[in-house]
């Protein structure tokens, strides 16, 4: 009655998902922040989910991951079901919030150990999978400085090394790129990109960012005020939104707002957090 | 495949299946435990400042107030000397002041997101919880030796045997884990820190003074004495005596110390579990 790690998704769910939800729905009292999503995201697959400030994103992941209870509605991530067997969903994924996330009392080796260890990552492999894990994120050099000396690239770059330690069906990032410069930004989207091809997990993204969106997602949808406003590849949303010349127009014709607007001080002051430097 | 098991192999596998089961959960559980505690141990190496900070208290406690009041008497110790009476008292008592803001960590690591990282994983939560707790215990045992080595000096006389000193340890690291844990418990539910600081300040003082750390029980008046049979560190202090003063008798008992002690200590493991995914909500 076991299922093991790897045959999870087709065993018990019998179809090639990452990421299945029905009628998914949060409320915080009477302010609906998550509104009934129906939304498939297939393996493999770089999952871009756009919207802005406020829109529901971090709501959503945080339901997937199993921090946040839906009020009402189904998900099942890498097959199982995220109320009735969040363990089993813990297990096959990884999680990069959108807050700073690496340890910064720690060096960048320890940080991965200690991922390395709570996943349970036999004691065998654990130094060559975080040694590997340190080299593709192009951190062998500087895994034995205290992380809170890192550069906000580098600790995006930690927080992937960790994520990915297990070899997770699906990671999810909570806007990765938030903050960086843009030399940063290119080498997480590099390591973003070279993550997929070597692991083949399926990648959801959140973001601000329409180049971000129309760099690294194959598929993209616009959320709005807790739902979902269009979805599909970058092409099909600027012809659904009219024959949009860029994302950005197209995000406008769904939204009816640019992504520049709104922004209440809650949010900006997130963003200024995981902006800044650790501890 | 043999899909026709006989019953009794089947029981058999069965039975075989949740002992490994079993296993399996315990070596995970003390496996994440020991990861938690790992980590906070490392951070505690790096900080030796803290060391001497943690220190004043208890040199102001037992060098001015002990010396002072060993002096005028005032205070019916029986036959033990105030100082050897002090200095169990000073010892539980900056275990209790170190522990009881311990959750301070908890929100730090909640308004960043590495707690967030920690609940998406695997990890059980108590396993989470006792990590820390231990590593709150790790953290006394540096207390132990400066109180100690204080007391001497002054010229308390402590036991020192092997047994006496293994046995204060134990005790420490059990009430350290355990203030510490109501203090994650507290963290959990206040959520931030100005809050936590304020009520952290609110609860010192009465669990302090509520207790028999600096003057007996036999003198409290008897709502006091009543609060103080209630207080872990009433227990606490009790068991530290024991051990550590020549010729002294456990009041309560010590396996009624660690009892009590053990007990509150799993519950508060029991809430902090329940509560710590609820305080990144
Ligand atoms: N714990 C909470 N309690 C009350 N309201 C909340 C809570 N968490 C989120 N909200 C509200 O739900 C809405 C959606 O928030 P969420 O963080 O999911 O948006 P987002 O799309 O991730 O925004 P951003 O781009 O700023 O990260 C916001 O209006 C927010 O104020
Ligand atoms: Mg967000």
Same mark, same amino acid.
């Given at each position: 009655?076991?299922?093991?790690?790897?045959? =999870?998704?087709?065993? /018990?769910? @019998?179809?090639?998902?990452?990421? &299945?939800? !029905?009628?998914?729905? #949060? $409320?915080? +009292?009477?302010?609906?922040?998550?509104?009934?999503?129906?939304?498939?995201?297939?393996?493999?697959?770089?999952?871009?989910?756009?919207?802005?400030?406020?829109?529901?994103?971090?709501?959503?992941?945080?339901?997937?991951?199993?921090?946040?209870?839906?009020?009402? =509605?189904?998900?099942? /991530?890498? @097959?199982?079901?995220?109320?009735? &067997?969040? !363990?089993?969903?813990? #297990? $096959?994924? +990884?999680?990069?919030?959108?807050?700073?996330?690496?340890?910064?009392?720690?060096?960048?080796?320890?940080?991965?150990?200690?991922?390395?260890?709570?996943?349970?990552?036999?004691?065998?492999?654990?130094?060559?999978?975080?040694?590997?894990?340190?080299?593709?994120? =192009?951190?062998?050099?500087?895994? @034995?400085?205290?992380?809170?000396?890192?550069?906000?690239?580098?600790? #995006? $770059?930690?927080?992937?090394?960790?994520?990915?330690?297990?070899?997770?069906?699906?990671?999810?990032?909570?806007?990765?790129?938030?903050?960086?410069?843009?030399?940063?930004?290119?080498?997480?989207?590099?390591?973003?990109?070279?993550?997929?091809?070597?692991?083949?997990?399926?990648?959801?993204?959140?973001?601000?960012?329409?180049?971000?969106?129309?760099?690294?997602?194959?598929?993209?949808?616009?959320?709005?005020?807790?739902?979902?406003?269009?979805?599909?590849?970058?092409?099909?949303?600027?012809?659904?939104?009219?024959?949009?010349?860029?994302?950005?127009?197209?995000?406008?014709?769904?939204?009816?707002?640019?992504?520049?607007?709104?922004?209440?001080?809650?949010?900006?002051?997130?963003?200024?957090?995981?902006?800044?430097?650790?501890? | 495949?043999?899909?026709?098991?006989?019953?009794?192999?089947?029981?058999?596998?069965?039975?075989?299946?949740?002992?490994?089961?079993?296993?399996?959960?315990?070596?995970?559980?003390?496996?994440?435990?020991?990861?938690?505690?790992?980590?906070?141990?490392?951070?505690?190496?790096?900080?030796?400042?803290?060391?001497?900070?943690?220190?004043?208290?208890?040199?102001?406690?037992?060098?001015?107030?002990?010396?002072?009041?060993?002096?005028?008497?005032?205070?019916?110790?029986?036959?033990?000397?105030?100082?050897?009476?002090?200095?169990?008292?000073?010892?539980?008592?900056?275990?209790?002041?170190?522990?009881?803001?311990?959750?301070?960590?908890?929100?730090?690591?909640?308004?960043?997101?590495?707690?967030?990282?920690?609940?998406?994983?695997?990890?059980?939560?108590?396993?989470?919880?006792?990590?820390?707790?231990?590593?709150?215990?790790?953290?006394?045992?540096?207390?132990?030796?400066?109180?100690?080595?204080?007391?001497?000096?002054?010229?308390?006389?402590?036991?020192?045997?092997?047994?006496?000193?293994?046995?204060?340890?134990?005790?420490?690291?059990?009430?350290?884990?355990?203030?510490?844990?109501?203090?994650?418990?507290?963290?959990?539910?206040?959520?931030?820190?100005?809050?936590?600081?304020?009520?952290?300040?609110?609860?010192?003082?009465?669990?302090?003074?509520?207790?028999?750390?600096?003057?007996?029980?036999?003198?409290?008046?008897?709502?006091?004495?009543?609060?103080?049979?209630?207080?872990?560190?009433?227990?606490?202090?009790?068991?530290?005596?024991?051990?550590?003063?020549?010729?002294?008798?456990?009041?309560?008992?010590?396996?009624?110390?660690?009892?009590?002690?053990?007990?509150?200590?799993?519950?508060?493991?029991?809430?902090?579990?329940?509560?710590?995914?609820?305080?990144?909500?």
């Amino acid at each position: 009655m076991t299922t093991s790690a790897d045959t =999870g998704i087709f065993s /018990v769910s @019998g179809e090639r998902a990452a990421i &299945e939800t !029905r009628g998914l729905t #949060r $409320r915080f +009292g009477d302010f609906t922040a998550v509104d009934g999503l129906d939304l498939t995201i297939p393996d493999g697959v770089i999952f871009g989910l756009l919207g802005p400030n406020g829109a529901g994103k971090t709501t959503f992941i945080r339901m997937l991951v199993t921090l946040l209870p839906p009020t009402s =509605g189904e998900a099942r /991530v890498a @097959g199982f079901d995220i109320r009735r &067997e969040p !363990r089993e969903v813990r #297990r $096959r994924i +990884g999680y990069i919030p959108q807050l700073l996330s690496a340890d910064g009392g720690l060096t960048g080796y320890e940080n991965l150990m200690t991922m390395a260890r709570l996943y349970g990552v036999p004691r065998s492999e654990r130094r060559e999978r975080v040694r590997d894990a340190l080299s593709a994120m =192009g951190l062998s050099e500087t895994a @034995g400085l205290l992380a809170r000396n890192y550069s906000g690239g580098m600790i #995006r $770059r930690l927080e992937i090394a960790q994520a990915i330690l297990h070899r997770p069906r699906v990671l999810f990032m909570d806007e990765p790129t938030v903050g960086l410069d843009p030399v940063a930004r290119r080498a997480v989207w590099e390591s973003v990109r070279s993550l997929r091809e070597s692991s083949g997990a399926a990648i959801i993204i959140t973001t601000h960012y329409m180049e971000e969106a129309e760099e690294l997602c194959s598929r993209v949808a616009i959320m709005h005020r807790g739902g979902i406003a269009a979805i599909g590849t970058v092409e099909s949303l600027k012809e659904e939104a009219g024959g949009a010349e860029s994302l950005d127009e197209a995000f406008v014709h769904f939204t009816g707002s640019s992504m520049e607007s709104g922004g209440r001080y809650r949010d900006i002051a997130q963003v200024r957090k995981t902006a800044s430097r650790l501890g | 495949m043999t899909s026709h098991k006989s019953a009794r192999q089947q029981a058999g596998s069965d039975r075989q299946g949740l002992a490994s089961l079993i296993f399996r959960v315990l070596a995970d559980f003390f496996r994440q435990t020991a990861t938690i505690l790992w980590v906070e141990t490392v951070k505690i190496r790096r900080d030796p400042f803290s060391l001497f900070t943690r220190a004043v208290q208890p040199v102001l406690w037992l060098g001015v107030f002990g010396t002072v009041m060993a002096r005028t008497r005032a205070i019916p110790t029986g036959s033990v000397g105030y100082l050897e009476f002090m200095v169990p008292g000073v010892l539980a008592q900056s275990v209790l002041f170190l522990s009881i803001f311990y959750g301070i960590s908890l929100i730090w690591e909640k308004d960043l997101g590495i707690l967030s990282k920690y609940l998406a994983s695997p990890a059980y939560r108590p396993a989470l919880v006792t990590g820390k707790a231990l590593a709150a215990g790790v953290r006394a045992l540096s207390q132990a030796v400066v109180v100690c080595v204080l007391g001497l000096l002054l010229g308390a006389r402590l036991v020192l045997t092997p047994s006496s000193i293994l046995g204060v340890l134990f005790f420490l690291m059990l009430g350290a884990a355990l203030f510490s844990t109501f203090s994650l418990v507290i963290a959990c539910l206040v959520k931030t820190r100005e809050r936590f600081m304020g009520i952290g300040q609110v609860l010192t003082m009465p669990l302090f003074f509520a207790s028999n750390a600096i003057y007996p029980l036999s003198v409290m008046p008897g709502w006091l004495r009543t609060l103080s049979s209630g207080n872990p560190l009433t227990y606490q202090v009790d068991a530290l005596r024991a051990l550590m003063i020549p010729g002294a008798r456990s009041a309560m008992g010590l396996g009624v110390d660690f009892a009590m002690e053990a007990a509150v200590f799993a519950v508060l493991v029991g809430i902090g579990s329940w509560l710590y995914p609820k305080s990144i909500r």
